[in-house]
């Protein structure tokens, strides 16, 4: 359990907060098989939607992934649950669920390549994605 946490740890260091095309995009990253969020993400989860002024005026969507250890039916269950558990944040801070849109995408679409281990953590993520209602 120990080396697990440390994975995320040192993955966490990366910057999880960009912009792309007016959007903003946090990543929420997990251990292997899991759908715990640690109290630094969750802190910087509340950090992140306490920063975006008016944040009424965005689309809020969350997109969960796996990697591809296991099988596809596990990694689906898998990426529901992390989808679960990041509403659950939001709601935390003041976000409804119904406000929220996802995908969860399991082992599919990933962003990264899942033959390295590097790929694999940076799979293992739920995207909450603020899109601007009005450009």
């Known amino acids: 359990m120990k080396r697990i946490f440390l994975l995320v740890a040192a993955f966490a260091a990366i910057p ?20 715990y969020i640690d109290p630094t993400q969750v802190a910087e ?10 944040l009424e005026s965005y689309q809020i969507s969350i997109s969960s992934h796996t990697d ?3 099988g ?10 992390r989808s679960d558990a990041v509403t659950y944040e939001l709601g ?8 929220i849109g996802r995908i969860d995408n399991g082992q ?9 281990l590097h790929g694999r953590m940076a799979n293992r993520r739920v995207d909450i994605i603020l899109t601007p209602l009005f450009l």
């Open 16 to 35: 999880m907060v960009f912009s792309q095309n007016t959007e903003l995009i946090k990543s929420v990253f997990f251990g292997g098989g899991s759908a």
């Open 45 to 54: 989860i509340r950090e992140f939607i306490q920063s975006v002024p008016n």
């Open 92 to 99: 935390q801070n003041q976000i409804p669920p119904e406000r």
């Open 108 to 116: 599919f679409n990933p962003l990264y390549d899942n033959s390295t």
């Open 68 to 70: 591809n250890i296991g």
């Open 72 to 81: 596809a039916e596990y990694n689906q269950w898998l990426s529901e649950k």
